[in-house]
């Protein structure tokens, strides 16, 4: 559906080798260190189940100053330890990385200099949902689009546009004239349109009849029926039931196509997403759309990749000012009684269109702007990232692994004049999870981010030569200090494996190479006191044209799990 998503999916092809096999040679005999280099690769699973919150006080303004004991966890209503805690601070620009280039020995090479350079470091991607928008909603969130990158996004920014068709793409990029003429492609491309049927048929309304046996709505459409069918007033009521059960068969599967459209492509973009290395985030416009139970664990499995992906996503609803009492008159109806019911389910279905879009929102720390016609101001609001979002994650007591939904709630010790937004819950596994999986995870979340680490004391350091006018030689340096990492003794020698990645990604964040290479430590007490007094010097290269280039480092050891994580800008002319 979206070509450029197989910069992620190159990444997931393998397995990242975060704990070698160990030696079967005596440890006697053994190397104390040896090195391995592989291409990183990830995938992750973890049980730990994360749970972004909002907490913002009386004038909508998103506060950062709680900590883990001001909160209260709730799975299925019993308390949670709280294990894991952390604050976000989003929305702060990073307008310039600076990093060394050492000079090399040969003439080609570089000298000695700091450089500093305008990179990304945020990137927004914009689904427009042109499957479910009608023509006079998308032209008007269209325009509002275009004003609002036009005048919003800056020098430091990214944007896509992608729409749940699949059918208008547009990679990240800067290009503020391609970003314009690929809004002016977009167009509605919705496929159910059974109102002009006899029964007209919604997918709520045939949900509500055929997977929830509702006798009213059954009721409407018998109704109808008896209205727009040249059919004697004698048919038999069984007849006309029939009738009603076999059109709300036929929305079904209309409906449900467009509903895991919208969902395929949500996940296929989050995906995108995370490959990008900095703030993340996803501004959804769409009217909302409506998900059978059977979509529920998707939505749930799509909220967890978009948490543990860092991807915010944010929406705005696009129907703009709308009452409860509304009903769509493009609606033929034939029957007054059958006028009222189907205003009700209306009015249902519409406020359930828009839970949809809060309900990502919420799980995923993202804003939803609904129920305005300022769509311009909407998307300001829903691109702008809340300042503060905590993470709380804990380990479910007792889980059990069925696929169940847990309900979620988040309290505060001292909710005065405080308001939270918090995921709604999740669904369990239905396996348990892997600690290297974990070990993968962090990994992957450290390498698609801009935070530094400090953890392991790690010096950074680029150098290149011109191989010729249009090819260069990238060397990357890390001298790493490895005598305060944590050690497990081990048939006389300290034990450790050091995982060291280095990342490329190119001026607009796109992903384009990397290298691991794996540092297997069985040091002799006698090394470990007197011959890492100097740190020790790791070096990976690439293959690059001249061009910007945006080096991410990061390392983890295996038995501390203590990570450092580094950026760095190249400018190769």
Do not use: W
């Amino acid at each position: 559906m979206i070509s450029s998503l197989t910069h992620r999916a190159a990444l997931a092809l393998g397995l990242l080798p975060l704990l070698p096999a160990q030696s079967q040679a005596p440890a006697q005999n053994a190397p104390e260190m040896a090195t391995h280099d592989t291409t990183p690769t990830f995938s992750s699973a973890t049980n730990l189940v994360q749970v972004p919150v909002i907490v913002r006080d009386k004038q909508g303004h998103a506060i950062g100053t709680l900590k883990k004991e001001d909160f209260h966890l709730f799975d299925k209503g019993k308390p949670q330890v709280i294990s894991k805690f952390s604050i976000e601070k989003r929305g702060v620009p990073q307008h310039a990385l600076t990093a060394t280039q050492d000079a090399a020995i040969s003439d080609k090479t570089a000298s000695s200099e700091k450089t500093a350079s305008v990179m990304p470091d945020r990137f927004i991607a914009y689904l427009f949902d042109d499957v479910h928008l009608n023509a006079s909603d998308l032209a008007q969130v269209r325009n509002a689009a275009s004003h609002q990158m036009a005048a919003s996004l800056q020098p430091t920014d990214r944007a896509a546009i992608f729409s749940t068709s699949g059918q208008t793409t547009l990679d990240y990029t800067d290009d503020r004239a391609q970003l314009l003429a690929t809004l002016l492609k977009l167009q509605p491309r919705s496929k159910l349109d059974s109102t002009r049927d006899c029964p007209p048929m919604t997918y709520y309304m045939a949900d509500a009849i055929q997977n929830r046996n509702d006798i009213q709505a059954l009721a409407a459409a018998v109704a109808d029926i008896s209205s727009c069918a040249s059919l004697p007033p004698t048919t038999p009521v069984s007849q006309l039931e029939q009738m009603a059960r076999t059109a709300a068969a036929r929305a079904i599967p209309q409906g449900d196509y467009e509903t895991q459209l919208a969902l395929n492509t949500i996940r296929a973009v989050i995906r995108r997403s995370a490959a990008m290395p900095g703030e993340r985030s996803i501004v959804l416009i769409s009217p909302g759309f409506f998900l059978t139970n059977e979509f529920r664990h998707d939505e749930s499995t799509i909220m967890d990749l978009a948490i543990r992906s860092n991807v915010r996503i944010a929406a705005l609803d696009a129907r703009g000012l709308y009452t409860d009492s509304t009903f769509d008159a493009s609606q033929v109806t034939y029957d007054l009684t059958a006028t009222r019911i189907k205003s009700q389910y209306a009015r249902e279905s519409a406020n359930l269109d828009g839970d949809t879009l809060a309900e990502f929102a919420d799980a995923t720390g993202g804003n939803f702007v609904h129920n305005t016609n300022d769509l311009e101001s909407g998307l300001n609001r829903v691109a702008a990232a809340p300042e503060f979002v905590y993470m709380l994650g804990f380990v479910p007591q007792n889980l059990k692994y069925d696929g169940s939904f847990h309900g979620l709630k988040v309290s505060l010790a001292d909710p005065s004049g405080l308001n939270t937004q918090a995921r709604r819950g999740y669904y369990a596994p239905r396996k348990m999870s892997d600690p290297k999986e974990q070990a993968k995870q962090d990994i992957e979340e450290a390498v698609f981010s801009r935070e530094e680490l400090h953890d392991i004391p790690v010096e950074l350091h680029t150098q290149f030569f011109k191989v010729d006018d249009d090819n260069a030689k990238l060397a990357v340096i890390s001298r790493i200090d490895l005598r305060h990492l944590h050690y497990r003794k081990e048939e006389g020698r300290n034990r450790d494996d050091l995982t060291v990645i280095s990342v490329l990604f190119d001026r607009n964040g796109n992903y384009m190479s990397g290298y691991t290479k794996t540092l297997e430590m069985r040091l002799k007490d006698e090394t470990l006191e007197t011959k890492l007094r100097t740190p020790v010097t790791l070096k990976t290269s690439f293959d690059v044209k001249p061009g910007s280039y945006l080096l991410r480092l990061v390392v983890r050891d295996s038995e501390g799990q203590a990570m450092a994580a580094q950026n760095a800008v190249v400018e190769i002319p």
